[in-house]
């Protein structure tokens, strides 16, 4: 049981748009910390995508977006291509016991 | 440019310690705000955060396998090492490094990733 919630698995169309929610608590993104976002593909190690709960690394395309709100985030992803399909997961931090970094389960993306 | 990379063994028996390292280059263990976080995933599972190393040697870790894990460095090595007692099947794992920093007194996110290291705990 993850820290953080995310839907097990989303799928779209190429070119439609998806949302991925990551829904947490009050010590973790209701507290105030940030959510970072990183895409998986099958087999390789998973790459930063969205950090600050909003902002993209250099060479991310903008079709990537993230927002945050109380105690959830979303990533959106728009004009979905085939490359997109991948696992996304969202990370905070938990200041609950002695306090650690915290990812969702997951949400498997898959482009129809 | 900024890599890490993970090494160690890729099969343990039932109560071993593994022991795995995490070669990095393109930064210093010692600079203020660089840290170094080990990384697990399950197969078809989700990540979980194990520990953590900083620049001052402070060390951080998951409260569910504290007793077991422990993180230190080698900074004349350019390593970071884990080592997790009594493993089990449920073990088995891709073990990742990454690197973490801290700005401004907040930690920031995990950038770049090791390319990650499969450990099978068997029989």
């Known amino acids: 049981q993850s820290v953080l919630t995310q839907p097990s698995s989303v799928s779209g169309a190429p070119g439609q748009r998806v949302t991925i929610s990551c829904t947490g608590s009050?010590?973790?993104?209701?507290?105030?910390?940030?959510v970072h976002w990183y895409q998986q593909v099958p087999g390789t190690a998973p790459k930063l995508l969205i950090w600050?709960?909003?902002n993209r690394p250099s060479g991310v395309p903008d079709r990537f977006s993230a927002s945050k709100s109380g105690t959830s985030a979303s990533l959106a992803i728009t004009g979905l291509q085939a490359e997109d399909e991948a696992d996304y997961y969202c990370?905070?931090?938990?200041?609950?016991?002695?306090?650690?970094?915290?990812f969702g389960g997951g949400t498997k993306l898959t482009v129809l | 440019q900024v890599t890490l990379r993970e090494s160690g063994p890729a099969l343990l028996k039932p109560t071993e310690t593994l022991t795995l390292t995490c070669t990095v280059s393109g930064f210093s263990l010692k600079t203020g705000g660089m840290c170094v976080s080990w990384i697990r995933q399950s197969p078809g599972k989700a990540l979980e955060w194990l520990a953590l190393i900083d620049w001052d040697d402070k060390k951080y870790y998951t409260t569910s396998q504290k007793t077991r894990l422990t993180i230190s460095r080698d900074t004349t090595k350019n390593q970071v090492v884990l080592t997790m007692t009594n493993m089990d099947p449920v073990d088995t794992a891709t073990y990742y490094c990454?690197?973490?920093?801290?700005?401004?007194?907040?930690?920031?996110?995990?950038?770049?990733w090791g390319q990650g290291t499969l450990v099978t705990v068997s029989p």
């Open positions: 990454t690197r973490m920093s801290m700005v401004q007194g907040i930690f920031r996110w995990f950038d770049p």
């Open positions: 009050s010590s973790n993104i209701g507290a105030g910390y940030d």
């Open positions: 990370q905070s931090y938990d200041s609950s016991l002695s306090g650690s970094w915290v």
């Open positions: 600050g709960n909003a």
